[in-house]
């Protein structure tokens, strides 16, 4: 019996390329589609949602932001390219993806703005491979600021008309950094006022926020 190698895998903590965000089946399915000529083939899918969350009577859709910047900034690395041919990809795939930059057309409610079951969010229009790989990233990105706007409009009062100042400040409960970005940017999105997130207030107001271990240590303020 042959020797069997087994190199293991060693996550690179450094490395970012949210192309990369993708369901293995995806690579595969796309591979052997283009494979049997279908890489031109036009495919055009519509992203929903069935039920509105909490039983409530509206959602707000969130994400077109970040998803228009991913889509411009759409490629394929050397390190991706060596990582797909490892895993079984074609040699005739994997060069089409060295190359690749995505070319097809995005059409979305504005983002912010009220959405409704069964009623188009995104609309994407594109070849076959651009499609099915940006598959998996449209879904998180869309879904995750979707939920956190929608739920910041009813904790701020905004879907009721008595609005009332709220700080966002989930990052330290959030499922990773980009997580924390991204939910500080779509609370402000549904109506919270000051964010905690040093990176976030960049681009807008910070929070002011006086922690309890300083409350403890200087009770009568700074």
Known sequence: MDEIKVVPYIP???????????????????NCLFLH????????FDMFFRK???AQGYSISAGQ???TRF??????????IWWLRTKGMSEEFCEYLRTYQWKGD????????VAYPHVQMVRIECDLVGAILIET??????????????????VTGLNTHTPRSVMEFGTRRAQGESAGNDGAYAAVLGGCQLFGRDE??????????RSAQLHRVLPHGV
């Open 12 to 30: 690179d903590e450094d490395y970012d390329n949210p192309a990369m965000v993708v369901d293995f089946y995806e690579f595969t399915m796309a």
């Open 37 to 44: 000529g279908f890489k031109d083939t036009t495919l055009v």
């Open 65 to 67: 932001r970040k998803l």
């Open 200 to 209: 976030v207030r960049r681009g807008g107001q910070g929070c002011g926020h």
């Open 137 to 154: 990233y449209l879904l998180q990105t869309m879904n995750f600021h979707s939920l956190i706007a929608t739920k910041a409009t009813r």
């Open 106 to 113: 995005m059409y979305a409610l504005p983002e912010g703005t």
């Open 52 to 54: 509105n969350p909490d």
């Open 71 to 80: 889509l411009l900034n759409y490629h394929f690395n050397a390190q991706d």
